[in-house]
């Protein structure tokens, strides 16, 4: 299937940093992107050729009217974690998507699944919505991501690495994580949601590289021209940090990858080669360091770097 040809595609997701970095690259390379939020006018991401459509994933209606003319899907699911709302969701998604005559789906898992049923919300949920889109009738792609760069361009962590040399991140320094950036993570959607050969396929993506903790602070390092160490963040003080933010439940349910990462009974999880969704994808990805070099620290910095 050619990209050269402009396409129609609902984006469920595209208030948020990975559905909003997928809207982008899509409407960049000129297709017309929609997406459906709950977010008021004021509170919507402007994305240049990205229209938004008032609406919530709980209203089959509102998904129906979404997803209305297109004629290809990115789902990323929202920070919600309760199984049958989840459920729910990709039900109406599918339903839609079936209805509308979508060509293919595209489904963002976020995270990289366990094998075997692990009892963690974070990966339990993301499981369901996948069974119902894989079984709705529509060609489906689907990409798991490990751990995204763009969590440690942050308030929570931007200044203490810019200002101290500390990289804090709540998973065990020799945990082997194929870190991906949301950009990265955009060119590989837009190539699974055009590129032929690919129905059916489910793949584990990664960033450029795959390193433990002590190899991370050495990219950053490099990216940044200056020393980082590594330090393993319990998960139980990230949790209660994010829940600030974005609120106990919500925070629980993203913890719950780190609390299960920290267990080590799925070591492997987060790791792989990148090379394999580079060729199966034909994408190049970006280095750490240089993803590390491009971004703009002084953001974070109470001192000119």
């Not at 089959?60 to 297109?70: E, L, P, Q, S, Y």
């Not at 629980?252 to 990148?274: F, K, N, Q, S």
């Amino acid at each position: 299937m050619s990209e050269e040809i402009h396409q129609r595609c609902l984006v469920v997701g595209a208030t948020g940093f990975q559905g909003g970095a997928v809207a982008r690259l899509l409407a960049g390379r000129g297709h017309r992107v929609r997406s459906l939020t709950r977010r008021p006018a004021v509170a919507r991401p402007d994305i240049a050729g990205v229209s938004f459509v008032a609406g919530d994933l709980g209203s089959r209606d509102d998904v129906m009217w979404a997803f209305k003319g297109a004629t290809h899907a990115v789902v990323t699911m929202p920070l919600e974690y309760d199984p049958l709302r989840i459920e729910t969701y990709a039900i109406h998604i599918a339903e839609a998507a079936l209805e509308s005559g979508v060509t293919r789906i595209v489904y963002n898992a976020n995270t990289r699944v366990p094998a075997d049923t692990a009892g963690v919300a974070a990966f339990e949920t993301r499981r369901i919505a996948e069974a119902v889109l894989a079984d709705c009738g529509v060609p489906l792609v689907v990409l798991r991501p490990p751990v995204y760069l763009d969590n440690l361009f942050s308030p929570w962590n931007g200044p203490a690495l810019v200002d101290e040399g500390v990289l804090a991140y709540p998973l065990p320094a020799d945990r082997r994580v194929a870190w991906i950036s949301h950009d990265d993570l955009a060119v590989a959607v837009a190539a699974a949601l055009f590129n032929d050969g690919l129905d059916g396929r489910v793949l584990d993506i990664g960033g450029g590289q795959a390193v433990d903790g002590n190899e991370l602070a050495a990219a950053f390092a490099e990216g940044l021209g200056r020393p980082v160490a590594y330090q393993a963040l319990p998960p139980a003080a990230f949790e209660a940090a994010l829940a600030k933010a974005i609120g106990p439940n919500a925070a629980a349910g993203v913890a719950g990858i780190y609390h299960y990462m920290a267990e080590g009974t799925d070591e492997r999880l987060m790791d792989g080669d990148p090379r394999e969704a580079e060729q199966a994808l034909g994408i190049k990805l970006t280095s750490i360091a240089g993803w590390v070099a491009a971004q703009p620290w002084q953001t974070w910095s109470s001192r000119p770097l």
